[in-house]
């Protein structure tokens, strides 16, 4: 499943709102049985992304840093 939300945010808004917004949707999927990637993207090109792989499934759209990212621990690039 792909999900986008766009927003009128402002930028600053966005800078704001990621980190609550990540925390929400990864307490949600935390309490699933399922394997999941995050990533948030704002106008200003930051990246929040959180991610909780499984062994037996191959997350499409993952880069290589993005599976480094421990899983339970969000990120802020840029």
């Known amino acids: 499943m792909d999900i ?3 927003s009128s945010l402002t930028a600053d808004d966005e800078r704001l709102m990621a980190p609550v917004l990540l925390k929400a949707i990864q307490q949600t999927l935390d309490s ?3 394997a999941y990637l995050v990533r948030l993207e704002r ?3 930051g990246i929040y992304r959180d991610n909780r792989p ?3 499934m191959e997350l499409l759209y ?3 840093a993005t599976l480094e990212v421990p899983a339970s621990h969000a990120h802020l690039d840029s």
Do not use: E, G, Y
Request: aromatic share 0%; no cysteine; charged share 35%.
């Open 4 to 6: 986008r939300i766009v």
């Open 32 to 34: 699933l049985p399922i």
């Open 43 to 45: 106008s200003d090109a």
């Open 54 to 56: 499984d062994d037996d």
């Open 62 to 64: 993952a880069s290589p």
